[in-house]
């Protein structure tokens, strides 16, 4: 069973300083990996998908990169403001599926302080 | 577009009733999903569905059922509320390999 794995579990930064959150996944036979936001209280919002065959993907301050072959995805925040601050989600998509299914870890929780 | 709304947003259930929790999509998403979200656990997939008329078994199906009769829409219910069903519920739809979320239905199980 694919087993996903995020280290820290939380993380505090103060407001401008570049950050990496760690994502690590015990199958490397995945589809794709994606990593989301979640707000609290609130549902997940995509942020990015790497395909298997891709080594990162980037958006705005966001670069994520995937290493399949040692299950590892990082995710890169530049400059981080006060409004990062959430719960980010990573998952990946196993091989040979109908739908995308997901297996998701269980989060890093970001503050960023002003 | 409203994209994936959830209904209800909150419910609490005494052990042994019965409920269905409703996720519709009006982004015309042929995959549907429900996950459920515990502490320290992570999402888990519940069950899914590839297309109108089709559901599938995820992760955890035990004491839950569903249907997808019109391709907007994915039903999930539960015959007989136990205290282990306490969880955030959230749905989901794609259409390729990006999957939309809607905010999710709070259930307590007592």
């Known amino acids: 069973k694919q087993e996903v794995t995020q280290i820290p579990a939380a993380l505090s930064v103060p407001e401008g300083e570049n950050l990496v959150l760690n994502c690590s996944f015990t199958?490397?036979?995945?589809?794709?990996l994606q990593w989301f936001r979640q707000d609290p209280g609130k549902g997940l919002t995509s942020l990015l998908l790497i395909q298997s065959s891709q080594r990162e993907q980037t958006s705005g301050r966001l670069n994520a990169s995937l290493d399949k072959s040692s299950g590892r995805s990082t995710l890169y925040i530049a400059a981080s403001q006060p409004g990062d601050s959430a719960t980010y989600l990573c998952a990946v998509s196993p091989h040979q599926t109908g739908a995308n299914n997901l297996f998701f870890g269980t989060g890093t929780r970001l503050t960023v302080i002003p | 577009n409203a994209g994936v709304t959830q209904t209800p947003k909150f419910r609490v259930l005494k052990t042994g009733q019965s409920m269905t929790l409703l996720c519709a999509q009006d982004m015309n998403h042929e995959y549907m999903y429900w996950y459920r979200q515990d502490p320290g656990m992570g999402l888990r997939l519940i069950h899914y569905?590839?297309?109108?008329?089709?559901?599938a078994k995820g992760e955890v199906p035990d004491g839950y059922n569903v249907s997808r009769l019109k391709k907007q829409n994915f039903l999930l219910g539960l015959e007989s509320a136990a205290p282990s069903q306490t969880s955030v519920y959230f749905c989901?739809?794609?259409?390729?390999?990006?999957?939309?979320f809607g905010p999710g239905t709070r259930l307590t199980v007592t």
């Open positions: 199958d490397s036979a995945i589809y794709n």
């Open positions: 989901a739809s794609s259409k390729g390999y990006e999957q939309y």
């Open positions: 569905s590839v297309g109108e008329g089709t559901t």
